[in-house]
Every structure is written in C-alpha cells, then in structure tokens.
C-alpha cells in the first residue's frame, strides 16, 4: 500500500493571506514526505477560493525544488481548459525539473461555474469527449513527431518540446467513477484514480468492481495501479469526541461544494458561503456520525483496519485527502498522527 497527500490551498477567512496558505501547504508536503508517502496531488480550479490551484504545474515546480523522494502529481488536469501540446510540454518539463518524478491526472472536470467561464458555457458533461481524444495525443506527442486531426484538436506535425524523462512516459492517471471511464483508461494504459466523496466503504467496493471489470475486458493490457482518494482525519486515541472536529469541519466543506457545484448563486471576490445545515436535514449522508462512519475519520487503529480492508481488495495507494475546512494547525496533528501510526502498520 503506497500513501498519497492530496492538498490544495483553501481559504475560507480572507484575514488569512494567500502566502501562509502556500506556506502551509508546502509545510504538508514536506512532513508527507519525511513521513513516506510516495506522492502529493495538487489538482486544477479556477475562481474558487476553497480549491485555489489555477494551475497545480507552478506549485509542483516549487515542490520539486523543495523534495528529493517525493512523486509530484498533477491531481486533475482539466482537460477541456488545456490543448494537448500544452498538456504534453509543461508534464515534460516538469519531468525534467524533478528529474523523473511526475505524475499526470486527466479528468474532463466537474463544476459548471467552471466550464461557464474557461469554456464558454460548455456543459461540464460534455468534458469526456476532450479526456478520451487527449490522451492518445499526449502520449504520442510525448514519444516524437506527431500531426493530429481530431474532433475537437487539429494541428500540423509537432512534439513536445522538452521530452520527458521517464521512458516510455510519465504515469498516467484517469479519474474515473462510471463503467466506460474505467474502461477507457485500462485500455489505454492508465492508472486509475477513484474517489466515493461522502459515500461509504460500499462505494469503494462498488468502484474497485468496476475497475476489476475494466481488466476483465482488457487481459492484454497490464494491470494497473488503483488509488482511492478519502477525505481523511486521525484523532488521538485519548480524544474520544476528537471525530467531531473532522466530521464537523468535513461537512462544512462538502456544504462549501454543494454551493458551488449547484451554480445558483454569485460568489464575492471567489467565495460562496457554505449551504445552509437545514437544507441537509433529510440527507442522512450529511449526519455528523455518517459523516464519521463513511469519510476516513478514527483513530489510528480505526484507520489502520479500514485501509487494510482497502488493500484486500486490491487497492495500490490511499489518498490522504488534507482539504476540509481545519485550521492548518489540526490538518498537521491529524497528518502527524498519520505518519506515526499509520504509515509504519504497512511497512
């Protein structure tokens, strides 16, 4: 079982500067990987001050120059904001920048406030179609010479200038959740990123199934890599009501979603407030004690015996999902936690 730290910066308090969050958030990655984790994910949003990555690709480079061990992961790339030369170049030189460490995720993007502004009002569902004609093109930019004529992309021959280093490519990543998107991506080499967000261990069951699927489909292809993506919170074992502070702050920033993924209001200066509590009074998923049951929230061994169901059925990397709503300074003691207890169980 390989571990993961997947963060961003999130600002919910404007007297908070968006410099101490990008310190804080480098603070994360360096504990991350003094503690062993093999990757950070840091993915792509735009005008939203609860998810603030523009572009994940400065934030890795700086991490890049900051680490030796640590895998640097684009954790997604929109692939209907970028072209596929762009996508192909910057992935290469960031290869280049860390000497072999980067990783790329592909996704066709979620929030419609987002494809209102940085595609035109293109329905967010039509994203799929720009992820499944890209990455075959980058993958042949990424090897040479390569002229494309698709739907959605056409240019004369071109290549990705740098090349990347690690041969024959970067791994890449697809973040999948129905049956075609995990097909897609077995088929054409990729690992598989998953997430059941509020769902329970019944939904990573039911996400690992349609992976193994994809494999059935697919016996020619090598098998590969599973990561389950969880928000995650460890409390000490001496803080019998410390999931309360988790389970609190995670709903806070699922309400946070919701506002912005319902695309019904206008946010000031990128802020939304987070929807109303009474509107989640008949969503059983939205219950404190759910919230407790379903996200990563325990104690160390609690933790420790819900991963290991995780890799008895196969999965190869556990997310630590940081981005909640806590302060920095819990983030670093559930981390903390982590680190000490968890990580050394499965080693």
């Not at 806070?252 to 509590?277: C, H, M």
Request: hydrophobic content about 40%.
């Amino acid at each position: 079982m390989k571990f993961s730290l997947f963060v961003h910066m999130e600002r919910y308090d404007e007297q908070i500067s968006h410099r101490q969050l990008f310190e804080d958030l480098t603070e994360l990655t360096l504990m991350a990987e003094a503690g062993g984790f093999s990757t950070v994910w840091i993915g792509e949003h735009h005008a939203m001050e609860y998810t603030i990555s523009p572009s994940p690709m400065p934030l890795l480079s700086y991490l890049a120059a900051r680490t030796s061990t640590i895998r640097l992961g684009a954790g997604t790339i929109i692939a209907p904001f970028w072209h596929p030369i762009r996508v192909a170049g910057e992935c290469a030189l960031l290869d280049v920048i860390s000497n072999g460490r980067m990783e790329v995720g592909l996704a066709r993007g979620a929030y419609q406030y987002e494809f209102d502004r940085m595609a035109g009002g293109m329905p967010a569902t039509a994203g799929g179609q720009h992820l499944r004609e890209m990455v075959p093109v980058v993958k042949a930019l990424w090897q040479g010479d390569y002229a494309h004529d698709g739907e959605i992309w056409k240019f004369p021959t071109s290549t990705s200038s740098p090349r990347p280093i690690q041969q024959p490519h970067p791994p890449i990543w697809i973040a999948a959740r129905d049956p075609d998107s995990h097909n897609f991506a077995v088929a054409n080499g990729c690992n598989v990123m998953v997430t059941p967000l509020m769902k329970g261990d019944e939904e990573v069951v039911d996400l690992k199934n349609k992976f193994e699927a994809a494999l059935a489909n697919n016996p020619e292809v090598p098998r590969p890599q599973l990561m389950v993506l969880r928000h995650t919170h460890v409390h000490a074992e001496n803080d019998p009501d410390g999931w309360k502070v988790g389970a609190a702050a995670i709903s806070k920033f699922y309400r946070t979603f919701d506002a912005w993924f319902g695309n019904k209001q206008t946010p000031v200066n990128g802020i939304l407030p987070p929807s109303p509590e009474e509107k989640f009074k008949d969503r059983p998923e939205f219950e404190l004690d759910n919230i407790r049951k379903n996200t990563m929230i325990g104690t160390p061994e609690e933790v420790i015996a819900r991963i290991r169901h995780y890799q008895e059925l196969g999965v190869d990397e556990f997310s630590f999902w940081a981005d909640n709503s806590l302060s920095h300074a819990e983030k670093k003691k559930s981390l903390e936690l982590f680190i000490q207890h968890v990580v050394p169980a499965f080693r």
